[in-house]
């Protein structure tokens, strides 16, 4: 299975001052294209050894500091991030022939960020995080949909608010290199990265990868 792209180029002059900019337009770009969940982004971990793991999770925020996620930090995800708190996200923008890539450290948000995100979830969302003890194995789906009854009834909706797990929270992902990439003709596309120089006026250099 092949498909020939033939998208505009991307041109390095043509770029945005800052990569979070540059992410900005083509987010914005992605959202007017139709593209559904334009915040879906694939998450790539590793462990102590090296060995790595990915999955899709939603963005929830970004500006100038990074990229938000939010999970259970008992997941295999947040184990990993303990273990070695570095990580690549993906965003496949496929139906107009874009990525972006971003390598990075990661942190862990604030306990004020985490609640006023965990708030404005929608109820079952937030009974949902304590239902699950994420990737962890579990007897049946049964077990789990009991489990989540019984949260249910011990936070009927509008009634006490539901806290926030103590071992639930976000992420975020400070951004080392930002790759954008765009689909060309014959498979030379186009690789543009922005790689963190603080010596440089804007504190990123841009350079040109082969494709």
């Not at 998450?43 to 996620?69: E, I, N, Y």
């Not at 708190?85 to 604030?110: K, M, N, Y």
């Not at 003890?133 to 949260?151: K, N, P, W």
Request: net charge neutral; proline share 7%; charged share 25%.
């Amino acid at each position: 299975m092949r498909k020939q792209y033939r998208a505009q180029g991307l041109v390095a002059t043509e770029l945005a001052a800052d990569p979070l900019r540059q992410f900005a337009h083509w987010f914005a770009d992605a959202a007017a294209g139709g593209i559904d969940e334009p915040n879906a982004m694939v998450l790539s971990t590793a462990d102590a050894q090296g060995r790595p793991s990915s999955r899709t999770v939603l963005l929830k925020s970004f500006d100038d500091r990074g990229f938000v996620f939010f999970t259970n930090y008992g997941s295999r995800k947040g184990t990993e991030l303990t273990e070695n708190p570095h990580a690549s996200l993906l965003f496949p923008w496929h139906p107009i022939a874009r990525q972006v890539i971003v390598d990075g450290g990661v942190t862990r948000v604030g306990e004020d960020e985490t609640e006023r995100y965990f708030r404005s979830r929608p109820h079952g969302s937030q009974l949902g995080a304590w239902a699950s003890a994420q990737s962890t194995v579990i007897g049946s789906r049964e077990e789990l949909e009991r489990r989540y009854a019984e949260l249910v009834a011990r936070y009927p909706e509008g009634g006490e608010p539901v806290p926030v797990p103590r071992f639930w929270g976000g992420y975020r992902v400070q951004p080392e290199t930002i790759e954008f990439w765009q689909g060309r003709e014959n498979r030379l596309h186009d690789r543009l990265r922005y790689r963190s120089a603080p010596e440089a006026p804007t504190g990123w250099t841009v350079e040109r990868l082969s494709p």
